[in-house]
């Protein structure tokens, strides 16, 4: 590990060396410029979708940045000599189909058969064959470092940022565009466009971001002031280049406090001045308060944001989806009166875990202004109650045991709420909690909201319809017979959002706080004394949830994550500081409850 020249204000980056492009992971076959046209009826690969229009392909252009680095992208666009928007993806993955990042990663490739794509996406984009039939360029880009772009690999931030803006102003003066660019795509391809939005290149028309995080310590690498690496370590190792990238998990070692480095990992969405269209989901552990961050801060009304059901890798090839995407992009790219503009600001779902999702309600604003913020008090009976108990108690839980991370795992309180009628909880929630460890100085406190049917059994979603997942099969899927026993990792399987806060990060940022949701500072630690009874907001992610009469929310909280893990290396990866015994303290003067956005419906 060694520093760079690469500096984020007084701060220098450490990086390390990229995993080579000779790993056979890479599935990478050298740099080779040329262009080439693809009939009707190829096949990249026996099994992958054929090409359903003469399309030209591009390969490897060469793309100069500001600084005198060149980076490189492939082109796919309908054979002719008409001039055309393009789509833009900005990815450090591998473009066109290259990198070991794809949807097999996850069992039953989240319900998305290999025949429904070309094998030319990059991952995380669109699919060229597709687009190209509705006439549009799509531009997949491997972002500085990656592969045989020149450079080191950023990791978001401004810099980024800075690059993006050049590959949009750069592909838009190309011969065969029109001027228009929109960029587009899922995760790591989603969290770019806002830092390349607010760069505002004068030829970017509109955004994409489809599920994207916001603030890569706050949101991910650090939640709540607790550490959690392993991830970023997975996707780092499958980072491949000829230099070096930078190394996030050794810079939270080094760096464990909000500093330049990590605000500079934290876009301003108030620069950005183009349309957007915003997606959001609540079975991501990682992009759902970054999505409805974005959506909220951009400071115009040309946005729109969709809370889907489902997950964002099979959302992005559904038939409906690409039907909305092309409404967006065929008004903005194209100028077609389509009426998009009369879609809804807001559509929402809510997950009902025992039956089908309710998709695409519609609503005026984020947060909907519909719902009702209801106080929910911890009870000594372990209920939650709509008034505080006047009587103090304790409950405890073990802090540091080891668990499976398979749900349920021990050593969690449980709370819970019956409802009367049917009700929604549609929004973010907030958990207030008065807490204690006689035996350390610090708390890692862990919170999720679940679902129990009538007869209290606790429920989980499969994020994916059971029979797409069977009908694609293989490895993990195949010989499962029920729904709910396809593999327990979180792109397949929802519980319910979560919350976290390490108690001596504690101390709340009013200016960046939202509605019943407290962002915290996380510049300096507040360590407790042992026995000391502290105060704890946490902030809960946003969830769509729907609960019939009889029904029960219920609060679970614990000294460990609760949350089922991305991908089957990364299960019980997440280590905490706990030690010894957490208390909750319920009643009198410590009136520890719940906050929920509560619809009745």
């Known amino acids: 590990m060694a520093a760079s020249s690469y500096q984020v204000g007084n701060i220098q980056v450490l990086e390390t060396d990229s995993t080579p492009v000779s790993h056979p992971g890479a599935k990478y076959a050298g740099l080779n410029p040329r262009t080439t046209t693809l009939p009707v009826g190829f096949k990249k690969n026996d099994g992958n979708r054929a090409v359903e229009r003469e399309t030209v392909f591009e390969q490897d252009i060469a793309i100069p940045l500001r600084d005198g680095t060149v980076i490189r992208a492939d082109v796919f666009r309908p054979a002719g000599t008409q001039q055309l928007p393009a789509i833009v993806h900005y990815s450090p993955y591998g473009k066109s189909g290259t990198g070991s990042f794809d949807v097999d990663l996850v069992p039953g490739r989240v319900g998305v058969p290999r025949g429904a794509l070309s094998g030319y996406q990059s991952f995380e984009a669109f699919d060229p064959v597709e687009w190209v039939l509705h006439d ?82 706050r949101e991910n690498l650090c939640r709540g002031g607790v550490p959690n690496a392993p991830f970023f370590g997975f996707v780092g190792s499958r980072l491949f280049g ?108 809510v997950i009902r875990y025992n039956e089908n999702p309710i998709d695409n309600l519609p609503f005026t604003a984020w947060p909907i202004p519909e719902a009702k913020d209801t106080p929910l008090y ?53 958990a207030v909690l008065y807490m204690s460890c006689p035996d350390h100085d610090d708390l890692d406190v862990f919170v999720i909201l679940r679902k129990a049917d009538k007869h209290g059994k606790v429920l989980r979603q499969v994020n994916i319809p059971f029979a797409e997942l069977k009908a694609v099969g293989g490895e993990g899927i195949d010989g499962v017979a029920n729904a709910e026993d396809v593999p327990l990792i979180n792109p397949l399987q929802y519980i319910g959002p979560s919350g976290i806060l390490r108690a001596s990060h504690r101390a709340i940022d009013e200016s960046l706080s939202k509605h019943n949701f407290p962002v915290h500072k996380h510049t300096s630690e507040e360590k407790i004394t042992p026995g000391q009874i502290v105060k704890l907001e946490i902030g809960i992610w946003a969830a769509g949830m729907q609960f019939e009469e009889g029904e029960s929310l219920v609060l679970r909280i614990s000294g460990h994550d609760m949350r089922l893990p991305e991908f089957e290396p990364l299960r019980g990866a997440f280590a905490t500081g706990n030690k010894g015994k957490h208390l909750v303290h319920i009643g009198g003067k410590y009136d520890s409850h719940l906050v929920l956005p509560l619809l009745e419906v």
């Open 136 to 217: 549009y360029a799509v531009v997949n880009v491997d972002a500085r470092g990656a592969f045989v772009s020149e450079g080191n690999s950023k990791f978001w931030g401004t810099a980024e940022g800075r690059d993006g803006h050049d590959v949009v102003e750069h592909i838009a003066q190309l011969p065969w565009c029109n001027g228009k660019v929109a960029l587009a795509g899922n995760s790591w391809l989603a969290v770019t466009q806002w830092f390349i939005a607010a760069e505002r290149p004068p030829h970017l028309t509109c955004i994409m971001p489809l599920e994207g995080c916001s603030d890569a310590y």
């Open 242 to 349: 000829q230099n070096r990238r930078e190394d996030v998990s050794v810079m939270l070692e080094t760096y464990p406090l909000m500093n330049e480095y990590w605000q500079d990992k934290r876009p301003d969405m108030g620069l950005i001045r183009c349309p957007a269209y915003v997606l959001a989901s609540m079975s991501t552990a990682l992009h759902t308060v970054g999505s409805l961050r974005g959506f909220e801060e951009i400071p115009h009304d040309k946005k729109w944001l969709r809370l889907h059901s489902t997950q964002e890798w099979h959302d992005l090839y559904q038939k409906h989806s690409i039907a909305d995407f092309k409404r967006f992009l065929d008004f903005y790219l194209k100028g077609k009166d389509n009426g998009w503009e009369d879609t809804p600001k807001v559509r929402a779902s």
């Open 378 to 430: 911890l009870s000594a009976n372990n209920n939650l109650q709509l008034s505080s108990s006047v009587v103090s108690s304790q409950k405890f839980y073990q802090s540091d045991v080891k668990v499976p991370n398979k749900d349920a795992d021990g050593e969690e309180l449980s709370f819970k709420y019956f409802f009367s009628k049917r009700t929604r909880l549609i929004g973010t929630s907030k």
